[in-house]
């Protein structure tokens, strides 16, 4: 059974950071095509992709957003870590980590997803 | 701004068949076979439907089907249910550094 669970900070000021981690089981990040990424969605909004990681620690990010984001990985803590510098109020989001999969570099999508966590930065 | 365009809302009774449309570039949905469509009820983590174009997930009801055209892939919902009230969000695998889109989500009422 796959599972993906977010954890960190719910309540953050502008200019801060942010650091997410995502602990997963059922998979391992050092199999060949796949990844873990980090999806977040504001209230009543769409779907934001950010950030993914793949089995060889190759990275890729978000070109809106990729001078505050970095991605890590622990593979034998079975976990990945996402850091979001200079928080601002648009950040406010659920973000969401999920397991990226695919032939290769080529992302089929994400088939296992994290319940989600409310990050929140007040204006 | 999402780079994926989908209608903001669609709607059909019980029994009949919708369909939405995500439209991008040659650079995305044009250019590759790798779209998904992501099911999301309120307040749930979005649920894998489609990947890859048309495949189904196990477990995935076989109402649900999914194809391309161009620049345009479709998700078609057939014999619609209650339960299918939700939001609906297509993706794509893109080229060079923008890598993933999302679509902007289409709200499917079922009337």
């Known amino acids: 059974q796959i599972t993906l669970k977010e954890s960190g900070p719910t309540l953050l000021k502008p200019t801060q950071t942010l650091t997410l981690t995502c602990t997963f089981s059922?998979?391992?990040?050092?199999?060949?095509?796949?990844?873990v990424g980090w999806i977040r969605q504001p209230p009543g909004q769409a779907l934001e992709w950010l950030a993914l990681?793949?089995?060889?620690?190759?990275?890729?990010?978000s070109p809106s957003l990729k001078t505050r984001l970095t991605i890590t990985k622990d593979t034998s803590k079975n976990q990945v870590v996402l850091i979001m510098t200079n928080l601002d109020p648009v950040d406010t989001a659920t973000y969401f980590c999920?397991?990226?999969f695919g032939s290769g570099y080529y992302l089929s999508g994400f088939n296992y997803w994290g319940q989600g966590t409310l990050v929140t930065v007040p204006s | 701004q999402s780079a994926l365009t989908q209608p903001a809302s669609v709607a059909g009774s019980p029994g009949q068949s919708i369909t939405i449309s995500c439209t991008g570039s040659s650079s995305d949905v044009g250019g590759y076979d790798f779209v998904s469509w992501y099911q999301q009820h309120p307040d749930i983590a979005p649920k894998l439907i489609i990947y890859?174009?048309?495949e189904r997930p196990s477990g995935v009801s076989n109402r649900f089907s999914g194809s391309k055209s161009g620049n345009t892939a479709s998700l078609t919902i057939s014999g619609l249910q209650a339960e299918d009230e939700a939001y609906y969000y297509c993706?794509?695998?893109?080229?060079?550094?923008?890598?993933?889109?999302f679509g902007g989500g289409t709200k499917l009422t079922v009337l």
């Open positions: 993706y794509s695998y893109a080229r060079s550094s923008t890598f993933v889109v």
């Open positions: 999920a397991r990226g």
């Open positions: 059922g998979f391992s990040l050092s199999t060949s095509g796949v990844g």
């Open positions: 890859d174009v048309r």
């Open positions: 990681i793949y089995w060889n620690d190759d990275k890729r990010y």
